[in-house]
């Protein structure tokens, strides 16, 4: 494909950036993290870009986006990163938005479309169980069909696991089993379900990095319409395998890969031992250029992913696979090369900004540190690019993926 950059990209590019200039709010701004924002942050934002007409910059015009080539998005993506706009609820922009753009019935696109481009709804997903996790299909949640005077309904119980912001999330998107007899892909439903509904109950996980952003969700008799029910009986398989080929893109996470890659620079800069800059040692400067290299391979590798899913190309899968396990690699290596430049001050765990007092132990008591402004969540982000390589899909099951569909194995 030609990687040639498209000669009006500048010109976008400082268009995206004057938007961000006059139109996000400073007390939005945040700095740049893994997470999703806090609810209030998400909505207000996401109001602001729909009001702008770029409430869904990863979807074509045709379902009411702003149908931006993959270039576009990338820009817009780095450019919001840079200027510390909050992050979008990523769970209904690239994932279940194009489900539901795909399979969903009008009446459901009526439903939740209008209520995401507003800001009204938080989505989170529930897919991961206890057991089963990197083989998704061997799920146990079960729904079973009922009809009573109220109509027709799926009661469901079960248990969730590593549901990211459910404790904040309005609405979630489940696998659950709804044929037991059926060979495991075949018996797996797609559902939406209202959070508030009686029977879910969530509890909170603590993760590596201190931070509360992944919870279990226990469901017990919980009724969900038909209505709620995306695609047909059964088809959940085949909705997931869509959506996990845009989760590949997703878990890139390429705008946080060229974050990571500037506060490296910004740290080689920072005079240290002796007065000296790790710029200046031969051994770091040779690592920050092979990590700027790797950045500026997965850029290419998410254009490339993009056009063959564009083209509905049967490597999109494989090569989806492949980016996810480079880029997540790459996540891993390049925040390990954060905590040891920062040397001894790499030991300490500085509370990331974006956790306040009362969720970040010791944050309201750390004194400052030489280095502690540069250092301050980067220990955190290390910690969590741990699981990169896990959640999404292990590298050991994309691999296989790979094997399976590109050599036959």
């Known amino acids: 494909m030609d990687f040639r950059p498209d000669p009006g990209l500048d010109a976008f590019r400082q268009e995206v950036r004057h938007f961000l200039k006059e139109r996000l709010p400073a007390d939005l701004r945040v700095t740049p993290t893994f997470s999703r924002s806090k609810p209030q942050a998400v909505s207000r934002w996401q109001k602001i870009l729909h009001a702008h007409g770029w409430g869904a910059p990863y979807w074509s ?21 840079a200027a510390g706009a909050p992050t979008l609820d990523g769970m209904m922009h690239k994932l279940l938005g194009p489900v539901l753009n795909a399979f969903a019935t009008p009446e459901q696109k009526a439903a939740h479309l209008p209520a995401f481009f507003n800001g009204e709804r938080l989505w989170c997903q529930g897919f991961s169980e206890p057991g089963s996790g990197s083989d998704l299909a061997s799920l146990r949640t079960r729904a079973e069909l009922k009809h009573d005077e109220q109509g027709d309904h799926y009661i469901v119980n079960g248990q969730k696991i590593w549901t990211s912001h459910g404790h904040e999330s309005d609405w979630i998107f489940l696998l659950v089993r709804t044929d037991a007899s059926a ?26 990095d201190d931070a509360h952003h992944l919870n279990e969700t226990f469901l017990d008799n919980v009724r969900v319409p038909v209505a709620n029910r995306v695609g047909e009986e059964g088809q959940g398989w085949a909705i997931t395998k869509f959506l996990l080929n845009n989760e590949h893109a997703t878990t890139a996470d390429l705008p946080m ?17 002796g007065g000296v800059c790790l710029r200046e040692r031969p051994e770091f400067a040779l690592k920050l250029a092979r990590l700027e290299a790797e950045v500026t391979a997965v850029g290419m590798f998410v254009q490339r992913v993009a056009a063959l899913e ?49 969720d970040a132990p010791g944050s309201a008591t750390c ?43």
């Not at 974050?259 to 031992?273: D, I, V």
């Open 257 to 273: 890969l060229k974050h990571y890659l500037r506060q490296l620079h910004e740290l080689a800069e920072t005079p240290c031992m």
């Open 367 to 409: 004194e400052p540190l030489p280095l502690q402004g540069l250092a301050r969540g980067l220990a955190n982000e290390m910690f969590f690019r741990r699981a990169s390589t896990i959640y999404g899909g292990t590298s050991e099951v994309q691999r296989s993926i790979i094997a399976k569909l590109l050599f036959g194995l």
């Open 310 to 358: 564009m083209a509905h190309s049967p490597l999109a899968h494989p090569m989806g696979s492949m980016l996810k396990v480079r880029a997540t690699e790459l996540q891993q290596r390049i925040t390990e090369a954060h905590v040891e430049a920062l040397g001894d001050h790499g030991a300490v765990a500085y509370p990331h900004p974006a956790e306040s007092a009362g």
């Open 183 to 208: 060979r495991k892909q075949a018996g797996i439903t797609f559902l939406l379900a209202d959070m508030k509904t009686p029977g879910i109950t969530v509890r909170p996980i603590r993760s590596i």
């Open 61 to 81: 015009q045709a379902h009411g986006g702003t149908g931006w080539t993959m270039q576009q998005i990338l820009v817009f993506d780095e450019e919001s990163v």
